[in-house]
């Protein structure tokens, strides 16, 4: 096997950059959300795993164009060519307005949350009152970090996190759609399919995976979204086990979010992003998720159709 | 009180065009705009096309798009402005558009002379364009199209009439106008100038401009709404077969931007005033349901809808017209104003009867952009999605751009996939640090577009 490239030095590409020996490649800071995120999952910190996985050795630069055989970056020393597996670890994106269905005119203050978590962490403040759509693990960190008044809403895109938990930390939650954005400098207000919501900063919270040099093989948020540090380090695990054992490749036909979609039978499992009491049905076995996030075994064969039945209340 | 030979009201496509060819001759030159930066008008926000087709051939914009057409490429090569050229298909899907099909060629091949017009087969459309939809039974395939980086042009025409003695004033707004025997006196929000010929070339607020001389017209403004996707799915601007053309407009296409990212519309419908520049949920189905039908391809994620105003005067055609001997206004700049205006130009200029006395002018330098050659270039990338390095950013701080907004027109950074999520605060960073200011003082646009505290 060649040397693994790994774009993207979050938590993701660091842990799996270490189970596979791999190379990271990085165009800014090694830690990526987690390096600033001090706000637990389980009991589990992303900042810690971070520290314990720092050691990878990283190559700066942006990656720009990928095939089979390695990987272009760009860089202050000018551009060259990696050799190697390329493996991608550039995690979220934030949907767009058009996506997300919300229209008007834009004024200042929609923030993707990526940008306003970088914004807050160097000091800065984005606004007084602050409307953000989306509730995960990766808002609830920046709510937490803001010197302002926050109100959620609700969005879509949650696994792990209930409105109880932030409510508990003192934040509204409307569960409500955002349809306009009104304001002609900065945003005033925000028009919602439940009502008007007076604001002066608007986080667009609502995540998906991204793949920007369209690699086959993905790991971390670039692959599903994981609300959970500790198992975007399991996820790490499992892919590098099967890139590393050699065993045949078990397809897995899914609707609900799962990680990896192609795994080696020698390790036989995913992880399947589902809350807590989720029924599944794997092959002709069915389920109950014990745990957000659950790791599940795979039955064998060459494919597997895993489907959602319902939730256990 | 200044004293100039020509001052222009306007920094549009227009405007600048008038600047930039006025530049090239021994003039004083004073260019007055409201906005905070060039282009930030009617020219901010449409598709940077350059045209062929204009509907109806005999009217004057359809006349000034086809002499200002090559006209507007060469430009581009002289300023270093990015371009790509191309061509339309404009596609039957039904049967009675398929019979009438020779017959639009008959008429377009008549009246297009200078254009490569083709008639195109389903087998050559399937096998050039495989996007295409299976509905798709024949197309007239027009030559001579380009796309356009929009602002590197709006730009690259303001820092060469710059760099080559023309005066700016942004943010600066008109208030009155005198005409006299021997000058025009401008009365502004600043301040007062005098001019031996004003030119009024103030796009969407040319008519109010025109009613300080007594003119008397009234524009309606027309709003368009543009879709921008991650990726193109075409070689060519793909635009359905209309066989009752709305003078008003050209319909739309999918098109494509000079980075290679999809871009759908515009549609048209009248805007509610002219700082209308919103986007609702119905021009979004509105376009997704015209095009989506020309294609079997997945558009890719959509970025961005945005919305331009184009003033559309009530003989649905460009005016020039004077107002005494030193007044001339640009009347209805709608579309095709952009492919025009080099023709336009040209138009007012020679109505002047200025005498032009040459000069030597310097060339502008090129905007370079690593994303146009990344294995050839170097720097540190601040922008993963369009690869803007901190060199640009800060390039574009020194040519002129004290907003996030004009930067990131200048450069492409925060405008890609994530839409600024992984550069925004970098690129804040960087631009304060070549502005020496605090990151607090940036702002989106100006007139307290606050970003953050």
Redesign the interface.
């Known amino acids: 096997m060649d040397r693994f490239l790994i774009v993207g030095a979050g938590l993701s590409g660091l842990s799996l950059a270490k189970f596979l020996n791999g190379v990271l490649i990085e165009k800014g800071r090694v830690g990526g959300f987690f390096l600033n995120d001090d706000y637990p999952v389980g009991g589990v910190r992303g900042s810690r795993l971070v520290e314990e996985f720092r050691e990878a050795s990283v190559v700066r630069g942006a990656a720009f164009e990928a095939s089979e055989e390695g990987v272009y970056i760009l860089s202050e020393e000018g551009s060259k060519f990696i050799k190697g597996f390329v493996i991608g670890a550039n995690g979220f994106r934030e949907k767009t307005a058009v996506e997300l269905g919300i229209f008007g005119f834009r004024p200042s203050g929609i923030f993707p949350l990526y940008s306003a978590w970088e914004l807050v962490n160097r000091g800065y403040g984005i606004g007084e009152r602050v409307v953000i759509y989306g509730l995960n693990h990766y808002s609830l960190s920046l709510a937490s970090k803001l010197r302002a008044s926050v109100t959620f809403v609700r969005g879509s895109g949650s696994l792990v996190h209930s409105e109880g938990e932030a409510m508990d930390m003192g934040f509204d939650v409307v569960g409500a759609k955002v349809k306009w954005v009104e304001g002609k400098a900065r945003l005033e207000r925000l028009r919602t399919d439940e009502g008007e919501l007076r604001t002066d900063a608007l986080i667009l919270a609502e995540l998906s995976p991204w793949n920007p040099l369209n690699l086959e093989y993905r790991v971390g948020n670039s692959a599903m979204i994981f609300e959970d540090p500790s198992k975007i380090v399991e996820g790490a695990k499992i892919l590098s086990e099967s890139l590393l054992s050699g065993g045949k490749w078990v397809e897995v036909i899914s609707e609900a979010p799962c990680f990896p979609r192609k795994v080696s039978s020698e390790v036989g499992k995913v992880i399947v992003g589902v809350r807590e009491g989720t029924r599944l049905r794997l092959g002709d076995r069915e389920i109950v998720a014990e745990e957000p996030y659950p790791v599940v075994e795979l039955p064998v064969c060459d494919r597997v159709r895993l489907e959602v039945m319902g939730c256990m209340e | 009180m200044r004293r100039y030979d020509v001052i222009i009201i306007g920094a549009g496509i227009t405007g600048l065009m008038i600047s930039y060819k006025l530049s090239h001759y021994k003039l004083r030159i004073l260019t007055i705009d409201k906005n905070p930066e060039p282009g930030w008008g009617v020219s901010r926000a449409h598709a940077a096309i350059v045209h062929v087709v204009q509907l109806p051939f005999k009217s004057l914009k359809s006349k000034l798009a086809r002499l200002g057409n090559p006209e507007l490429i060469k430009i581009c090569e002289e300023l270093g402005v990015r371009y790509k050229r191309t061509s339309t298909l404009i596609l039957a899907t039904e049967l009675h558009q398929l019979l009438s099909l020779p017959f639009v060629y008959l008429y377009l091949k008549v009246n297009l002379r200078g254009f490569d017009v083709k008639l195109r087969g389903r087998g050559y459309l399937m096998r050039e364009e495989p996007n295409l939809s299976k509905r798709v039974l024949g197309a007239i395939e027009v030559n001579g199209y380009a796309v356009v980086d929009n602002f590197d042009l709006l730009y690259g025409l303001y820092e060469f009439s710059k760099m080559n003695g023309v005066d700016f004033s942004f943010n600066e707004r008109v208030l009155g106008i005198e005409m006299r025997d021997r000058e025009v006196r401008v009365l502004t929000d600043k301040g007062e100038y005098e001019a031996s010929y004003l030119i009024n070339a103030a796009g969407l607020w040319a008519d109010e401009i025109a009613k300080m001389t007594g003119e008397d017209i009234e524009f309606e403004p027309g709003k368009g709404i543009l ?1 921008i996707f991650d990726k193109s799915v075409s070689k060519r601007l793909l635009a359905p077969l209309y066989l009752k053309p709305d003078p008003k407009t050209k319909g739309g296409a999918i098109m494509f931007t000079h980075d290679g990212r999809g871009l759908w519309g515009p549609n048209l419908r009248m805007a509610s005033g002219k700082e209308d ?5 119905q ?2 189905e509105m376009i997704m349901g015209k095009f989506s039908k020309l294609i079997d391809a997945d558009p890719g ?5 945005y919305a331009g105003i184009r003033p559309i005067p009530p003989q649905n055609d460009f005016i020039v017209k004077r107002s005494g001997e030193r007044m001339i206004h640009i009347l209805g700049t709608e579309s095709p104003g952009f492919t025009a205006s080099p023709a336009l130009a040209n138009i007012v200029i020679g109505m002047l009867g200025i005498r032009l006395e040459e000069k030597e002018v310097r060339k502008r330098e090129k905007f370079r952009r ?1 994303r146009d050659d ?8 601040i922008c ?2 369009n ?1 803007v390095t901190e060199e640009e950013i800060r390039e574009a701080v020194r040519r002129g751009s004290r907003t996030l907004q004009g930067v990131t027109f200048r450069t492409g950074a925060c405008m890609g ?10 690129v ?2 960087v631009m304060a640090s070549e502005m020496g200011v605090d ?2 003082e940036i ?3 100006g ?7």
Do not use: F, H, M, Y
Not at chain 2, 374 to 381: A, D, E, I, L, Q
Not at chain 2, 447 to 453: L, N
């Open positions: 879709v520049i919103s986007v609702d949920g021009d979004i994620i959509p970025l961005k809808a690593a990344p294995k050839n270039s170097k720097g540190r990338v993963l999605c690869l996939t994530c839409q600024g999520s992984r550069c925004l605060a970098d804040l960073e990151v607090r702002q989106l646009r007139d307290g577009s606050w970003i953050v505290s």
